[in-house]
């Protein structure tokens, strides 16, 4: 069972950048799915989350308007796009399917975005 992010990098502030969410060994598309970041010193936090069929997403307040998540269950992944990215989007990200009502599981490997002023 794996999750694991890619696409992240070096992007000037005001760019863009796409992250996705690759799933391996479970049934995918039965789970809703998150994404969430982790700054240097601070504790990870929720960003966005999709449900098992995509038709309801959710978003942490802080990147309302700027970031869209997107899934294809027919290729087992979760994207992330994101605009307008501001230094403090520094982060690495991670994907996590949730696992019960209340808790996220399957945690892969991040990836690290770093947005340049």
């Known amino acids: 069972v794996q999750l694991q992010a890619s696409g992240g990098g070096l992007v000037q502030a005001g760019g863009c950048l796409r992250v996705s969410c690759a799933a391996s060994g479970f049934t995918f598309g039965d789970y809703a799915v998150g994404w969430f970041r982790q700054a240097p010193g601070k504790e990870r936090e929720f960003v966005a989350s999709?449900?098992?069929?995509?038709?309801?997403?959710y978003y942490a307040d802080f990147v309302k308007g700027r970031v869209t998540i997107s899934r294809d269950n027919a290729k087992k992944t979760v994207y992330l796009q994101m605009n307008s990215l501001k230094p403090d989007d520094t982060a690495v990200y991670y994907c996590?399917?949730?696992?019960?009502?209340?808790?996220?599981?399957?945690w892969g490997q991040g990836t690290l975005v770093t947005v340049s002023s």
């Open positions: 999709i449900s098992w069929i995509g038709g309801n997403t």
């Open positions: 996590a399917a949730k696992v019960t009502s209340t808790t996220y599981g399957y």
